[in-house]
């Protein structure tokens, strides 16, 4: 794959041809599985993931900012915000 993104459709496609299940059955297995992972995120916060890595919320405080180009400075609101810790396993693999 030469693109930089990978989408639901292209990861329903190759779930359709190396399981050999329909179109629409593999895409209600992704959205399944995104939809369980968004909710999991919601109610516990976190997800860990067997060889690729954490999901974690994470609250950020309300604070000043500042326009780099105006020097304007203005409120950041708090917030949750979403990080994500690679695993061992992804790191290596990435880097090799």
Known sequence: MSKQTLTRIEIADSLN????????????????????IINSLVSTKKIKISSFGTLKTRFKKSRIGRNPKTGEEHSI????????????????????
């Open 17 to 36: 041809k190396e399981l050999g299940i329909s179109l629409s059955e593999s895409n209600y297995f992704v959205d399944q599985i995104i939809d369980e």
């Open 77 to 96: 609101s708090s917030r949750n915000t979403l990080s994500f810790v690679p695993s061992k396993v992804l790191k290596n693999k990435i880097n090799n």
